[in-house]
């Protein structure tokens, strides 16, 4: 059975479920190692083309789904919004579909706004992966995320997992509690009334207002932050009173129990959600998400375009792994 529900990842629900978001990890863990080898490369998506078509800036998801189909030998076709047609008023409909007569495989996809991958599935024959779209999803941060937790912790399941800061425009918050809580971690979103979404009808977690009281209790904490681009008003009197009551300033650091992971989906705003000094700890695993990125976007490529049902191997067993990511 393939992890994958359908042909495209447009949210964390495409996944089959905690078998399915389990298999993407242990395949995961063959493209950790293929990345550790001298040659980080394996010839499993040679002959295919991934375009990216973000609307959006960014630096990890963008280079990472880069670096990802380059190590699988894949083509890749960039497209910058600021440089293109779009500028002269072309639609983002009109744009996908000329991106996909040049002949693609995949278009990874990030936009402003919840639910353009979704559409741009409808428009085109290509896979459509979402690199984030507007306050809704990003499903490939979820799996790093859950990756690095499990990397770490040994699963997800049973751990308590705290997200604090701005969950309201939080694509990843959404994504990551749709993983943690189906992976079995228990989820606490810690954030001012202002930050939250109006309604967590449906969300299975436990909310707080008081940053203090959790940190003792938690494995991971999980810091996002602030998007002021997607905020119409001022949700909080000022950075500063924000710092001092929802961000991990170095003494609330110390809150933590010797063990609590520390993490961030980035970019980081140092000294506002989190310390500068705590975002370097040796508990911070900021960059671990970020390199683990790499070996999950493989993941999700090669089931997207090379694999199938019956290629999700055993982790680090090499007898089995598919054959194309033997070296
Ligand atoms: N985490 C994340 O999506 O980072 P970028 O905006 O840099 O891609």
Known sequence: MSPLLGRHLLGVEDLDGREGIEAVMRLTDSFVEVSERAIPKVPALRGKTVAWLFYEDSTRTRLSFETAAKRLSADTMNFSVSSSSVKKGESLRDTARTIEAMGIDAIVVRHSSAGAPHRISGWVDAAVVNAGDGWHQHPTQALLDAYTIRQHLGSVEGHHIAIIGDIKHSRVARSDVAAFTTLGARVTLVAPPTLLPPSLEGWPVTVSHDLDAV?????????????????????????????????????????????ALVMHPGPMNRGVEIAAEVADLPCSLILDQVRNGVAVRMAVLYLLLGAGADLVPPALDRTQEPEAVRA
């Open 215 to 259: 940190l003792p209790t938690v494995d991971v904490a999980y810091l996002l932050r602030m998007q002021r681009e997607r905020m119409t008003e001022a949700l909080v009197p000022s950075l500063r009173e924000y710092t001092a009551t929802f961000g991990l300033t170095r003494r609330r650091a110390e809150l933590l129990s010797p063990d």
